[in-house]
């Protein structure tokens, strides 16, 4: 079982920069996947961004491309999300999951573990 614990989440004024942080319990966390996703009131949940287990290749949804950057450290068991110039429609609550598959995915339900979330909210 792999216990994620997401962090860094708070308000912040539009045009603005946060980093979440996503420190994971397994042993093995540098063999998986790791995805952050988010949920806005009132929609479904959505990908964000996803990382291999060694950091080598990235993937982000078309919104985020350019403002965003998920990257990892397996030393510390932690992945992060930096988030540059942000709007208020990135107001959500932000989640990070592990894939144990070694495949980069941003289909929701292939994601195994899921955190419990940290909140964002961008003010305009």
């Known amino acids: 079982q792999v216990q994620l614990v997401e962090s860094g989440g708070r308000l912040v004024q539009a045009g603005g920069s946060l980093r979440l942080s996503c420190a994971a319990s397994a042993r093995t966390f540098s063999s998986y996947t790791m995805g952050w996703f988010r949920q806005a009131p009132g929609k479904e949940r959505e990908f964000v961004a996803a990382?291999?287990?060694?950091?080598?290749?990235?993937y982000y949804v078309d919104s985020v491309k350019g403002r965003f950057t998920i990257s990892r450290d397996n030393a510390k068991n932690t992945v992060y999300l930096q988030m540059n110039s942000l709007k208020p429609e990135d107001t959500a609550v932000y989640y990070c999951?592990?894939?144990?598959?070694?495949?980069?995915?941003?289909?929701?339900?292939?994601?195994?573990?899921w955190g419990q979330g940290t909140q964002v909210t961008v003010s305009s």
């Open positions: 999951a592990a894939d144990r598959s070694r495949l980069i995915t941003r289909i929701e339900y292939e994601y195994d573990y």
């Open positions: 990382v291999t287990w060694s950091g080598g290749s990235t």
